[in-house]
């Protein structure tokens, strides 16, 4: 745990036979772990501290069982669905009653200072955020990048680029504090894909329903997605499609028909369509080889 996050101080309880594991890995600009075990107590000492200049930020994402944080005279009881920050410069304690996994994403200080600006913010440390505040929907763009590690590390790193924008427009939201436009624009896009992965299958949702169901103008919308070509119309076309290609690997009784309407699709010929530009070939013989 040391040497994929600072030195740390690790005592499990005696609770029987210990086991645990950490699957790490770094991108750019960030550091992503998943980490899990028995119950143990993690320790982040002044004497700790003192053996090391490195200055994180830490976001904890719980995936599993409960813990909790302790940091800066707060604590957080922390379980999936939600996140917390602590700071790696100042003593903090982790304390698991239970079998504990977590998404650990690990930035540092310095570059949050230096491009976000938050040089005299202050992080709400041991503070849990639920999954309906900004820091929440952050937290499950993280945890599925943490999932895409495990399949697919090449896109999980691809994925990854926007995180940093991600995590400082998080840590601003929960301060209190508005984002700078590059974060905000970042969380933005996060707020509206969740969203339209929520509702992807509705054959009504377009461009208007979005920008209505997120609060936000037309224009802010396609700002927003500025970097994806063709906007938010082929990121939810692309979306429904991911859903066809599920149904299709996972429910092969599903008429084509069927499977077309539970995608979001107003008819069966705009699904065949959209699904040979997306995927080179049709629905009936995507199924055939999958």
């Known amino acids: 745990m040391t040497a994929a996050y600072v030195p740390l101080a690790v005592s499990p309880k005696p609770t029987g ?3 645990g594991y950490i699957e790490h890995a770094s991108y750019e600009e960030l550091d992503l772990s998943v980490i899990g075990s028995t119950p143990q107590l993690i320790q982040r000492t002044d004497s700790l501290i003192n053996r090391t200049g490195d200055e994180f930020l830490l976001a904890s994402i719980p995936t599993l069982g409960t813990a909790r944080l302790h940091q800066d005279g707060r604590a957080a009881d922390v379980g999936p669905g939600g996140i917390v920050f602590y700071d790696s410069t100042r003593p903090y304690h982790w304390d698991a009653h239970q079998e504990f996994e977590q998404v650990v994403v690990q930035v540092p200080l310095s570059r949050l200072r ?3 600006g938050v040089e005299n913010l202050e992080i709400p ?6 999954a309906d505040t900004a820091p929440g929907i952050v937290a499950q763009f993280f945890r599925g990048i943490a ?5 697919d590390p090449s896109a999980a790193a691809l994925l ?3 995180g940093m924008d991600l995590l400082a427009a998080a840590v601003v939201a929960a301060s209190g504090r508005t984002p700078r436009d590059q974060s905000a624009d970042a969380l933005n896009r996060q707020r509206v894909l969740t969203y339209m992965r ?8 377009g461009v208007d329903r979005i920008a209505e169901g997120c609060r936000m103008s037309r224009r802010t919308l396609y700002r927003v997605f500025g970097e994806f070509e063709g906007g938010p119309g082929t990121v939810l076309r692309r979306m429904r499609i991911e859903r066809a290609c599920d149904l299709l690997r996972n429910a092969p009784q599903l008429p084509l028909s069927a499977v077309a309407k ?3 699709f107003l008819t069966e010929r705009s699904f065949y369509r959209s699904f040979r530009l997306e995927m080179g070939t049709t629905p009936g013989a995507f199924r055939a080889l999958a």
């Open 17 to 19: 036979r210990f086991h």
């Open 262 to 264: 539970a995608s979001g």
């Open 147 to 151: 999932g895409l590690q495990r399949t």
């Open 198 to 205: 929520a509702n992807c299958a509705d054959p009504d949702l």
């Open 160 to 162: 990854a680029e926007p």
């Open 125 to 130: 440390t041991a503070t849990h955020f639920s």
């Open 114 to 116: 230096e491009r976000y």
